[in-house]
């Protein structure tokens, strides 16, 4: 058994017991008595723009602390993810929920998903509101005609101001509503995907827009023959995003697409990385003759494609009786997007020429420009005479044992997938599953951390590692085979700028 210290960038160096950490862009510095040893985070060189700090607030109405609910005769309750104001048949209503705080308007756009609405042709009607002491700016979905139009206009006292209206015309997702102020002119806003923003209207700023007091409401007028109501979400956020897909058919290009990092360790102390690892441990290309087809992989899946991750060699046998242990690390360089929730999802098979003796790892990285929020799932063999394994979970500082075992037999194709929350600096896990394709097992893991420091470039990192915990038995020049597909990274819950 052996013990190392080991640093993820950014993290604090800890010690593991036969549990590696995925590790990224690792240079050795000088050694330290007592054969300890520092670890510096080198620059991933991603040629992404950084992230910018922004007081901006985003909500996704999980719960109900940002807004202040008004009933008024009506419902406004806020539960699994969104708000539902209600107005009742036969009763004049008003629901409304309030933000806590105000918020500056000058210079960017402040937005909501109307998830649904319902109305009553006549008697209802939903409004977004941005108030400044006694005047406003309204947006509102308007019932008085059947179908229901997108009316802009804004309030000075008591006196109404009608700007433009278009119809009313939601997309998959809904329709987001935006108010937006740009170099002194105030925009009415519509979209169907929170990407391409059509003006309903625009003026010069009728009301400051400095401060402002945002609401929305559903409003049942005139005695309303039926119930009606509106579902909203996503303050300034985007509901669902394209997503990285297949991206194990990716190449090689300078500063993205497929990147590569190796390390070899003798008696626990690390021996070379990256480039000075060459002559003790090589690893296959990414060109396209590592790309392939191949009809067996199972459904459900997008294609055949798939890609091989190959330790070509190792040189073991020529240092012993000195132990070395060589890992490899593929990964991704994939353009920032600020969303809070990524689900990784890989199908994958291992031929290694004997008894299991590496771990696989499966991480994803988002650097925000000032942290690192990761998320990683490993699977190591328990080397009992079987194909077993425990799954392992990163959680900020150490690997942790999630007592999970599932067995992976050589030559049979698998798939993981998992969900996790990066945002606001913390790492958010709920589950994950594994299992043969169309049979997952589902793990329940729920656990958070906060997100160590990290000066890296803004950008999305997924990962695949073969990981050797104890020694590398293997003889020289033999091949260990990870087999890539169906690799893809999707996201909800993109932060709008």
Same mark, same amino acid.
């Given at each position: ?18 549990? *590696?950490? &995925?590790? /990224? ?5 000088? @050694? +330290?008595?007592? =054969? %300890?040893?520092? $670890?510096? #985070?080198? !620059? ?64 960017? *756009?402040? &937005?909501? /998903? ?5 109305? @009553? +042709?006549?008697? =209802? %009607?939903?409004? $977004?509101? #941005?108030? !400044? ?79 402002? =007091? ?284």
């Amino acid at each position: 058994m052996r013990t190392n210290s080991i640093q993820l960038p950014g993290a604090i160096t800890q010690p593991l017991v036969n549990l *590696r950490a &995925s590790r /990224l862009n690792l240079v050795k510095a000088a @050694s +330290l008595p007592g =054969s %300890a040893r520092a $670890l510096v #985070a080198m !620059s991933l060189g991603l040629a992404l723009m950084s992230q910018t700090a922004s007081a901006r607030l985003y909500d996704r109405f999980d719960s109900a602390a940002n807004w202040t609910l008004a009933q008024n005769s009506g419902t406004a309750s806020i539960g699994s993810s969104q708000l539902t104001l209600t107005a009742p048949s036969g009763v004049n209503s008003t629901p409304t929920a309030t933000l806590n705080a105000a918020q500056g308007l000058s210079g960017t *756009r402040q &937005s909501i /998903l109307v998830r649904n609405h319902t109305g @009553s +042709l006549n008697h =209802s %009607a939903f409004f $977004l509101l #941005a108030a !400044s002491g006694g005047n406003q700016l309204e947006l509102k979905i308007d019932d008085s005609t059947s179908p229901a139009y997108v009316v802009a206009g804004y309030w000075i006292g008591s006196t109404y101001t009608w700007v433009a209206s278009t119809p009313y015309s939601p997309g998959t997702d809904g329709l987001y509503l935006a108010l937006k102020e740009l170099s002194g002119t105030t925009y009415w806003q519509i979209s169907t995907d929170a990407a391409t923003w059509t003006t309903v209207g625009s003026k010069l700023d009728p009301v400051s827009t400095t401060s402002m =007091s945002f609401s929305v409401q559903h409003k049942g007028y005139s005695t309303p023959p039926a119930q009606s109501s509106t579902i909203v979400d996503c303050f300034n956020y985007k509901a669902t995003g394209v997503g990285y897909h297949s991206i194990q058919e990716k190449t090689y290009t300078t500063g993205d697409g497929w990147q590569l990092y190796r390390e070899a360790f003798t008696n626990g102390l690390y021996a070379c990385q990256n480039g000075s690892c060459d002559g003790h441990i090589y690893v296959n290309g990414v060109d396209s003759s590592q790309h392939w087809t191949d009809s067996t992989i199972p459904l459900p899946r997008v294609d055949t494609a798939g890609i091989t991750f190959e330790i070509q060699y190792t040189d073991m046998v020529s240092h012993k009786p000195v132990l070395w242990y060589d890992n490899a690390y593929r990964y991704q360089n994939l353009a920032f997007v600020d969303a809070d929730n990524w689900t990784y999802h890989l199908y994958f098979k291992y031929t290694y020429p004997q008894y299991i003796q590496q771990g696989l790892e499966f991480p994803l990285n988002k650097y925000t420009g000032s942290n690192r929020e990761q998320a990683a799932v490993a699977w190591y063999p328990v080397r009992d005479g079987s194909y077993n394994g425990k799954w392992y979970l990163w959680t900020g500082s150490i690997w942790t044992n999630t007592a999970y075992t599932q067995s992976f037999t050589p030559g049979q194709w698998y798939e993981v997938t998992f969900t996790v929350g990066l945002h606001d600096n913390t790492v958010y896990y709920s589950n994950f599953k594994a299992g043969p394709p169309s049979s997952l097992t589902t793990f329940n893991w729920n656990h958070s951390y906060g997100a160590p420091s990290n000066g890296n470039g803004a950008g999305i990192t997924p990962a695949v590692q073969m990981d050797d915990n104890v020694q590398d038995t293997t003889q020289a020049n033999t091949k260990k085979d990870c087999y890539l597909a169906e690799w893809h990274i999707d996201w909800t819950d993109e932060r709008l700028p």
